[in-house]
């Protein structure tokens, strides 16, 4: 098969395997939506799922992202998703629409502040982690006092939540643990309404649990074992 198949097909098989887990959970299919995460694969692939009918990209280097970004398209929604460093901000404030790993104050403030014109969108990654923070996003006990700072900041508009499974853990748990953890939150700061949660190895879970954005790489693209 040539890539165009492969890709096509894999997106195809993505595409409805939601569509199935959507039903089985009662959800409309239309609160979704699937971010092909393209980290590290070649710009012609990002061109295959962009004559596909793909529009959200997620990336997680800014360097890699901004060179993609000058390349495709302006219709496109770039998500970070990565690991932030503050040195980075304001390069990553010129692609991406949405940041979905905000854990620290000082973060949201840089971007605040690069984004005065229109406000950021941004998710704030919750830990799932035991010890909490250990691989990034703010231990669930933290997040409301969290929040509280980042909300009353006027260059950013707190979309949702996001978090990754925790590696030792990958089952039910944690996602029951995320929708309670994101229907408390919500209940205090109801702008938040997306959940960003569930990979390749998790997304049908994460949409029984309440995931709107699913962020999803290697089932559409493959192994990133091409590094
Ligand atoms: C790489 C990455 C993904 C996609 O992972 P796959 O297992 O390839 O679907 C999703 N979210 C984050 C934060 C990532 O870094």
Redesign the pocket.
């Given at each position: 098969m040539n890539r165009q198949a492969e890709i096509k097909n894999n997106l195809q098989i993505v595409q409805d395997r939601i569509s199935v887990a959507c039903s089985n959970a009662g959800r409309d299919i239309n609160e979704i939506t699937l971010?092909a995460?393209t980290?590290t694969f070649d710009i012609k692939d990002l061109e295959i799922l962009y004559s596909l009918g793909i529009r959200q990209f997620?990336e997680?280097r800014d360097q890699e992202a901004s060179k993609k970004f000058k390349e495709l398209p302006n219709d496109i929604n770039w998500h970070f998703?990565?690991q932030i460093q503050s040195n980075k901000l304001k390069s990553i404030c010129n692609w991406a629409r949405y940041i979905?790993?905000v854990d620290q104050l000082k973060h949201a403030q840089i971007i605040s502040d690069l984004s005065s014109d229109s406000p950021k969108s941004i998710f704030i990654q919750v830990s799932l982690d035991n010890p909490p923070e250990s691989r990034g996003g703010v231990d669930p006990d933290k997040l409301e006092a969290l929040a509280v700072e980042v909300s009353k900041l006027k260059g950013v508009s707190i979309e949702g939540l996001?978090a990754?499974a925790p590696i030792d853990n990958p089952g039910t748990q944690a996602f029951v643990n995320l929708q309670r953890i994101h229907n408390n939150f919500k209940s205090k700061f109801p702008q938040a309404r997306h959940l960003s949660a569930g990979?390749?190895?998790d997304?049908e879970m994460a949409i029984l649990h309440g995931a709107t954005h699913l962020?999803?790489?290697?089932?559409?693209?493959g192994n990133?074992d091409h590094l």
């Open positions: 971010v995460v980290k997620g997680n998703q990565g979905h790993s996001m990754v990979m390749s190895g997304y962020r999803i790489g290697s089932s559409i693209l990133r």
